[in-house]
């Protein structure tokens, strides 16, 4: 997908306060962490067609209304994706605004996922940690 120029200029200011990890070094924190949980924030028709193994949806559009009764704990490492790393990055500095204080962004997002042959279900959501 081509984003607009407004788009990629709003996701640019934001980058710098969000960090942002490789899908390998996602896969080794979820394995390392059980308290950790993959968040994907993609649109429902997205996550339906097909998701990490492990994630919890929460799309981007319901993220603030929701992520309290999701993730009540702020300290909660939060590892984020959206199809290509941009709306992640965006839902990234929501959270850290709204006091989360552990939260990545996966660069590249689910097409990473995919190039990386990380483990994919498209099924019903499981627990965070099977995406190791």
Partial sequence: ME???GFLAYVSARRPQVTE??????????????NA????????????AGHADGA????????????????????TPLYLYCGGGYRSILAC??????GYSRVFSIAG???AMEDAN???????????????
């Fill in 37 to 48: 949980r993959l968040l994907d924030v993609r649109e429902d028709r997205e996550w339906e």
């Fill in 93 to 98: 500095a929501t959270l850290a605004e709204m």
């Fill in 3 to 5: 984003h607009s120029p």
């Fill in 56 to 75: 919890e949806h929460i799309a981007r559009g319901v993220l603030e209304r929701d992520v309290e009764r999701l993730v009540p704990d702020t300290s």
């Fill in 21 to 34: 990890v490789s899908v390998p070094e996602a896969r080794a924190a979820l394995a390392n962490d059980s």
């Fill in 109 to 111: 997002g689910w097409r």
């Fill in 118 to 132: 990380a483990p994919v279900a498209a099924d019903k959501p499981k627990h965070a940690g099977n995406f190791v």
